[in-house]
């Protein structure tokens, strides 16, 4: 979530090829505390990301990748505590955790924002059938709450997507258990077309390996293209990417934001990325239009050098 340029590259880990994908994520009911959000995934929206987005570069001018982020508990002199490390599948709960420093052993409490929010939480399962984008409220003594439901037991992976104030953007990630009966599923095949409350999202581009390039999504509805959509949390699109297997994970944002007197809002949102590692990846592509956030999901064959559209 960290606007820092106008074209962000987006890295994973090692250099791949990409093919393309989609697939539908589980809604969450309108009452979801998430206001104004819808998908078609079972999600409730996704907004900000990890690991550092921007690799410096190498002794021959191409660029370094970053460590994927969320994937471990701790980094960086912090550490995230889960205190809601089981929920009941189909049941509205609170989940609660903190940011605990290290060094004091005590929650942080001071954050700088990123994008209107001090801090972002996504909620996935393993098999990436359930998104949850959310903005959990934080208490006075650090810890942060907010309420979820998760419609099928499994395990789940939490992110928490934050800078401390003053320091460096930090991922860290847990495992969160939902209890019952379960049975893994692969992810949707590839395609470059998804379909989410009436709109239809068109994915274009391709990825190069060790090189930075562009992936373009194309809002439309009813056949028309959709050329008014609208800021949110400070941009027209964000993007989360998560691997398969591990969920390693990576929020990218588009080329441009709104006001900057270049970006148009719709029907195209573009992105850069870096290739990543081979496998299999989730998108999930969030856009704002008439007051509501839908989530249009894609799987990404990563691997192979072929471009998408």
């Known amino acids: ?26 809604p969450e009911p309108a009452s979801a505390a998430h206001q104004g959000h819808t998908d078609g995934a079972r999600g409730e929206g996704s907004e ?4 550092d987005e921007h690799g410096g570069e190498d002794e021959a001018g191409g660029q370094e990748l970053s460590p994927p982020g969320g994937l471990q508990i701790s980094e960086g002199g912090y550490t995230l505590d889960l205190k809601t490390p089981r929920l009941q599948p189909g049941k509205r709960a609170e989940l609660r955790f903190a940011i605990v ?24 399962s393993r098999d990436l059938a359930t998104f ?7 208490a006075a003594d ?17 992110f928490t997507d934050f800078t401390p104030k003053g320091g460096e953007g930090l991922t860290l990630g847990t495992d969160l258990a939902v209890p019952g ?49 609208q800021p949110y949390l400070g941009a027209y699109g964000h993007l989360v990417a998560l691997r398969s297997g591990d969920l390693a994970y990576l929020h990218v944002h588009p080329s441009g934001e709104p006001g900057d007197g270049g ?34 999901a894609f799987t990404v064959q990563a691997g192979r050098n072929t471009s998408i559209g």
């Open 1 to 26: 979530m960290r606007l820092r340029r106008v074209a962000l590259a987006a890295t994973f880990g090692t250099a791949y090829g990409v093919g393309s994908g989609v697939g539908e994520i589980s």
């Open 48 to 51: 900000h990301g990890g690991g």
């Open 101 to 124: 420093r290290e060094a004091t052993g005590r929650p942080l409490t001071a954050y700088d924002r990123e994008n209107d929010k001090e801090l972002h939480l996504i909620v996935a």
């Open 132 to 138: 949850r984008h959310l903005h959990p409220t934080r």
């Open 142 to 158: 650090g810890t942060w709450s907010t309420s979820v439901a998760l419609p099928e037991a499994g395990p789940y992976r939490v």
């Open 181 to 229: 009966a379960y049975e893994s599923a692969k992810p949707p095949a590839s395609g470059t077309t998804a379909r989410v409350d009436g709109y239809q999202v068109k994915l274009a581009g391709g990825m190069t390996p060790g090189k930075s390039s562009e992936l373009t999504l194309t809002v439309s509805k009813d056949g028309k293209p959709v050329r008014d959509l």
């Open 263 to 296: 970006t148009e809002p719709g029907p195209e949102i573009s992105f850069m990325a870096t290739a990543p590692s081979p496998g299999a990846y989730r998108l999930f592509l969030d856009f704002k239009h008439q007051g509501q956030v839908h989530t249009a």
